[in-house]
């Protein structure tokens, strides 16, 4: 146990991290607005998700998903800032905060490709609950880096927040999860979350210097080019949308969406704490479900209703702790 402490105590950089959080302090109403912010990201990511499926339905593959993703992104955040006059390419302080964006870029793009693979071979549900464990992997990670508030009641409300998704993506067997072995997708779901929250911290430690937008176009960079490269190096047949008002409607749409949903998700964790914040980003789940039942006619079960319940009861609470 001292051995563990004393080679904490040796990294050189985390006290300047926590010194740049120490120097701002965020006020409730800047909370709220974080985590207002966040919920409207939700509900972008939600409708994302919804094209996500009707993309795959059409053939296209995960990588293939993401490459549209991040070209049609990045000439939404590019032309966002060009209306905004931001400035993407010059970082300001420098290296020292850029690697930050860079780490956020790549780890994000990393952790949904992860997710993608995850979705191939295990079922939706499965994939879905290990994924979005990363509400407790970004909590920990900004409460170890960033010596973010990470209370006894904001754990067991996450907890329980994560049982209520389980209910609502894998509908009356939530519990069947502890039969499922750890299998090698199983690993990647995890490691997939485990990367999307050190992207979500990587926001913070970058600092409100860094604006919304530049986290944007760095991300669809890397989403784009690294993605299509990766789809050319595993010799895929490259699809291309049907010459139908719908299907390109859904390509265009997948990259708009996601536009939104980041750049508010980013703007929201620049005036909240990421632990709060990504749980209610994590409402989308509930909202992907009904876009599900309405779209789809998917009857809700019992226990998927519960899970909705517990989960808005458990943001609900949350904000109260703030």
């Known amino acids: 146990m001292a051995i563990f402490e004393r080679s904490r105590l040796t990294v050189p950089a985390l006290p300047s991290y926590n010194s740049i959080r120490q120097s701002v302090t965020i006020t409730g109403n800047e909370q709220r607005k974080g985590l207002g912010l966040a919920a409207l990201s939700a509900i972008a990511f939600a409708a994302m998700a919804l094209l996500v499926r009707i993309l795959a339905d059409s053939g296209f593959t995960p ?6 993703r991040g070209g049609v992104q990045a000439v939404c955040s ?6 905004l006059k931001v400035n993407p390419f010059k970082v300001h302080m420098g290296w020292e905060k850029f690697k930050w964006v860079a780490v956020r870029a790549v780890f994000g793009v990393i952790g949904h490709l992860l997710y993608y693979t995850a979705l191939a071979k295990l079922s939706m549900g499965v994939a879905t609950v290990l994924f979005f464990t990363n509400p407790i992997f970004t909590a920990i990670l900004a409460h170890w880096m960033l ?8 754990r067991w409300l ?4 994560l049982f209520g998704i389980g209910l609502v993506v894998v509908p009356l067997s939530p519990l069947t999860l502890l039969g499922i072995g750890i299998s090698k997708w199983s690993i990647c779901a995890l490691l997939g979350a ?3 929250a050190l992207a979500y ?8 210097r860094v604006h919304p937008l530049v986290h944007v176009v760095y991300f669809s960079l ?3 080019v690294g993605s299509a490269l990766l789809a050319w190096i595993q010799g895929e047949s490259w699809h291309m949308p049907n010459n139908t008002a719908a299907e390109w409607t859904a390509v265009l749409g997948i990259g708009i969406c996601a536009f939104l949903a980041q750049y508010l998700m980013g703007a929201g ?6 632990g709060p914040v990504v749980t209610m980003r994590n409402s989308n789940i509930v909202m992907s479900f009904i876009l599900d039942a309405v779209i789809y006619h998917t009857r809700p079960s019992a226990s998927s209703a519960i899970g909705a319940i517990i989960i808005t009861v458990c943001l609900f609470k949350m904000v109260q702790l703030l």
């Not at 590019?78 to 209306?83: T, V």
């Not at 010596?147 to 904001?154: G, R």
């Open 194 to 196: 485990v990367s999307v």
């Open 269 to 274: 964790l620049l005036l909240a704490n990421a």
């Open 147 to 154: 010596d973010e508030t990470f209370t006894k009641d904001q």
């Open 78 to 83: 590019l032309g966002a800032c060009a209306a």
């Open 222 to 224: 890397v989403a784009g």
């Open 201 to 208: 911290v990587s926001i913070r430690i970058a600092g409100p």
């Open 63 to 68: 990588l293939q998903i993401m490459a549209w």
């Open 158 to 161: 996450m907890l329980i927040a």
